[in-house]
């Protein structure tokens, strides 16, 4: 680290002013740490919102709230009801995508798109829906765009009062080199009310690979503005802009684009890469600024997948200005990011803290708030399905927000009954069905009465270990999960006694996607109880957790990818 120290000085000269300097106040990025890609930002008032990307996860598409730009609250998710978004079968990184934020006619709207699967043989394509809410908390039913694609975005002419779908759509069903598209819609009830056509194809040549996405429409003062993200989400991700004097265009590149680019300084260089997908947005003071994705790099992997980021925007010329033009770097060290306070979850409230998800829509109960006898703790209801099933199984996950955090659950007594090899209880590292990091409880194998196991995946590989606990009944039983940047351990403690760590694995194993894969989520901390294909035994005990901690400590990660 120390070596990283003095280079990280050494480059800081050449890069004045390089971290994203707030205007009055430094800002620390992420400023909502844990996955929470495509974020589309809106000024109410005195409040900012942004909803980010939900992929197979239930509910759909958070929204979180600040009044200072710098702590920023889970307020609500857009899609609460299995009518709004219907996630079955759906496949990791799949699900809800990229949604867009709207004020129109005073009313709030969400537009998105659902990705149900990539099965070739179902040919169905993702389609652009919007919702809409009187104070983005209850959100209604969806109604259906004509057009196919993703990333769209509603967008008011504050002139003529029209309002306009720009979407990322395909060329042709054929071809499929993809650009922004644009119709006139009914907002009540979706269709095309005007021509549909190609409005702009970006900045880059224009083959399959160019991926013009992410398009987002404003006015300011006599120019429309046509921001989008452009080289796929990975290395070549980067932020451009094109105006108009209309919102139909022709539209005009920005002679300065990329206006973020962490990419141009090498794909190995800085720790933040993959900046792009921004939103802009204008303070009741005037101020500009702009929220985008970004991966913190760790050896070359980002295991928190794309986190959202802010950045001052100026203007120069009528073009924006993002960052005074310097790349995202990650420290500002006059003022370290202050550590979170540790977060504990007792289950005592009458429902689940909404930073818990599940995952795909749920149809069945897979867990409650009740033990038999009234007390209370997260109860879970077994299914047949697991883990690695893409059904829902009985498990609720939160997002890995530190990259040097623990996350530790302690389960409620188990005793009596028939918990046999195949029953598992246990909390995972999960990233998808393909990559998840688990330490549980099941009935040994090899002997009788009771034992920790752990399984973890890698690439395909799967390793199992058992350690009996000789015994037929536990109390105070807790796992834990030790997530640093480079490693992750898995381990359990019994009572007050330290705790036993058991396995660790590399951290890239919560980042690598699997052969002829990708992964657009980020890492996850699972509660979770399974069958493992065979309904939960009728004998078999209730099952569940009595409480769940985190515990944040200083996440000192380097400006430079070098570790
Ligand atoms: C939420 O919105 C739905 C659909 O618009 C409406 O039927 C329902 O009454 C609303 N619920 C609340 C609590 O406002
Ligand atoms: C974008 O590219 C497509 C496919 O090559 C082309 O049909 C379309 O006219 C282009 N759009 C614009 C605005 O240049
Ligand atoms: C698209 O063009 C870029 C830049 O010229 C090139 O690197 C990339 O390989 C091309 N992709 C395809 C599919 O031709
Ligand atoms: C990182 O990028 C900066 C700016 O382009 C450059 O000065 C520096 O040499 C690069 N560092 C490495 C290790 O490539
Ligand atoms: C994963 O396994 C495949 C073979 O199944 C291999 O080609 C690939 O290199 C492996 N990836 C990693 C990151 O080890
Ligand atoms: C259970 O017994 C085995 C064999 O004596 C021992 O190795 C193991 O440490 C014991 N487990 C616990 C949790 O005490
Ligand atoms: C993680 O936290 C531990 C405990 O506070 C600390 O010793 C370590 O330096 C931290 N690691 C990083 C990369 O910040």
């Known amino acids: 680290?120390?070596?990283?120290?003095?280079?990280?000085?050494?480059?800081?000269?050449?890069?004045?002013?390089?971290?994203?300097?707030?205007?009055?106040?430094?800002?620390?990025?992420?400023?909502?740490?844990?996955?929470?890609p495509d974020p589309a930002v809106l000024r109410v008032g005195d409040e900012y919102f942004i909803a980010t990307s939900s992929m197979e996860y239930w509910p759909g598409i958070p929204i979180y709230r600040s009044t200072d730009l710098e702590n920023w609250e889970l307020y609500s998710h857009a899609f609460t009801r299995p009518e709004q978004l219907q996630l079955y079968g759906t496949p990791t990184s799949a699900g809800a995508w990229a949604p867009s934020l709207s004020h129109i006619d005073g009313k709030f709207y969400i537009t998105a798109v659902t990705r149900w699967t990539y099965d070739p043989v179902a040919k169905v394509w993702p389609r652009a829906f919007w919702v809409s809410s009187p104070d983005l908390k209850n959100w209604s039913d969806p109604t259906w765009a004509d057009p196919w694609g993703i990333d769209p975005d509603l967008f008011q002419d504050p002139v003529t009062k029209k309002v306009y779908l720009n979407i990322m759509a395909p060329n042709n069903n054929v071809d499929r080199i993809w650009g922004i598209s644009q119709c006139e819609v009914d907002l009540r009830n979706g269709p095309c009310i005007g021509e549909y056509r190609s409005i702009w194809n970006g900045t880059l040549p224009h083959n399959s690979t160019a991926r013009p996405e992410g398009p987002k429409m404003f006015k300011r003062g006599s120019w429309y503005y046509l921001l989008i993200a452009e080289g796929g989400t990975d290395e070549l991700h980067r932020a451009t802009i094109a105006r108009s004097k209309s919102a139909e265009g022709p539209w005009e590149a920005n002679p300065n684009n990329p206006l973020i680019y962490n990419g141009a300084y090498g794909f190995t260089n800085l720790t933040v890469q993959s900046t792009g997908h921004a939103t802009m947005f204008e303070t009741k003071g005037g101020d500009w600024y702009a929220v985008f994705l970004a991966r913190r790099n760790i050896n070359g992997k980002s295991p928190l997948g794309r986190e959202t980021f802010l950045c001052t925007v100026d203007w120069k010329d009528d073009w924006p200005v993002f960052n005074n033009g310097e790349p995202i770097l990650l420290n500002d060290a006059s003022e370290p990011k202050p550590i979170p306070s540790p977060f504990m979850d007792t289950f005592s409230k009458s429902k689940l803290d909404s930073s818990w998800y599940q995952l795909r829509t749920p149809y069945t109960e897979t867990y409650s708030l009740?033990?038999?006898?009234?007390?209370?703790?997260?109860?879970?209801?077994?299914?047949?399905?697991s883990l690695s099933e893409r059904d829902v199984p009985a498990a609720v996950l939160r997002k890995q927000t530190s990259l040097n955090m623990t996350f530790s659950a302690t389960l409620l007594p188990v005793k009596g009954g028939s918990f046999g090899p195949r029953q598992t209880i246990g909390i995972s590292a999960y990233l998808s069905e393909l990559q998840h990091q688990d330490i549980g409880l099941t009935g040994c194998a090899e002997q009788s009465g009771l034992c920790v196991y752990t399984t973890t995946l890698n690439n395909g590989t799967s390793e199992h270990a058992e350690y009996p606990l000789n015994a037929t009944k536990v109390q105070g039983l807790t796992f834990h999960i030790r997530a640093e940047p480079l490693e992750y351990r898995l381990g359990y403690s019994l009572g007050k006694s330290t705790v036993t760590w058991l396995t660790s694995f590399p951290s890239s194993w919560m980042a690598i996607a699997p052969p002829n894969w990708f992964v657009f989520d980020g890492a996850m901390f699972s509660l979770f109880a399974s069958g493992n294909g065979e309904p939960w035994p009728m004998n078999a005990p209730e099952v569940g957790f009595e409480k769940a901690k985190e515990v944040y400590y200083q996440e000192d990660i380097p400006d430079y990818d070098d570790w």
């Open 1 to 36: 680290m120390h070596s990283t120290m003095k280079i990280l000085h050494v480059l800081a000269t050449l890069l004045p002013a390089a971290w994203c300097a707030g205007h009055g106040h430094a800002i620390h990025n992420p400023i909502i740490p844990g996955w929470n």
């Open 370 to 385: 009740s033990r038999r006898g009234g007390s209370k703790g997260l109860i879970l209801r077994p299914n047949v399905f």
